[in-house]
Every structure is written in C-alpha cells, then in structure tokens.
C-alpha cells in the first residue's frame, strides 16, 4: 500500500498565530503517525509561483492522510492557522511500483 502526502504551499501572514497551529497540529499529527519530510526551509522556484512556504507530511497511507485531516483535533488547529496563513493544499497518494 502506497504512503500518502500533504503538500502545501502556504503564505504566513500572522507569525505569533501560525505559531499557535504548529503548537496545534503537533497532537493530531503524533496521533495519525504524520512524519514532516519539508517544513519550510529554503527553496527555489523554478516554475511557476510557489507560495514562500512549502511543507510536505508523509502518511503511512491515504485514508489515514485524510482521516488526519478530518479529524476534529486538527480541524481545530486549522481553525488557527486560517486567520495566520493562506494555503494550497493537496492529500496524494505516492507511488508505490
């Protein structure tokens, strides 16, 4: 079974408040196994115009990506970081030949 990812590309807009989500998001993401793999270090655009951050969570699957993402305790966290950022954000299944 293949892993599956949250990819996002975020612009942070309130520093302090974007704060409080990563304090937020640390309970869900340790209860749905989430492992950063990026978290907002240095890039390069080389196409297109990416947001200034870009941050990439493995899963050991896609419905525990999702499950992570629906559940309440990071609904709740992601109530925080909608008025601290604004982000794309995809769930994706890897590829698993």
């Known amino acids: 079974m293949p892993k599956a990812y949250w990819v996002?590309?975020?612009?942070?807009?309130?520093?302090?408040?974007?704060?409080k989500y990563r304090?937020?998001?640390?309970?869900?993401f340790?209860?749905?196994?989430?492992?950063?793999?990026?978290?907002?270090g240095d890039q390069t655009a080389v196409e297109g115009q990416p947001?200034?951050?870009?941050?990439?969570?493995e899963f050991k699957d896609l419905a525990t990506a999702q499950?992570?993402?629906?559940?309440?305790?990071y609904q709740s966290?992601?109530?925080i970081r909608d008025g601290a950022a604004t982000a794309n954000?995809?769930?994706?299944?890897g590829y698993d030949p």
């Open 67 to 73: 499950a992570c993402y629906n559940s309440p305790e």
């Open 30 to 40: 340790a209860k749905y196994g989430a492992r950063f793999l990026v978290r907002g």
């Open 8 to 19: 996002a590309n975020a612009t942070v807009t309130d520093p302090d408040a974007y704060q």
């Open 89 to 93: 954000m995809v769930i994706v299944e």
């Open 23 to 28: 304090e937020a998001n640390a309970a869900p």
């Open 77 to 79: 966290a992601k109530a």
């Open 51 to 57: 947001a200034p951050r870009t941050v990439v969570i």
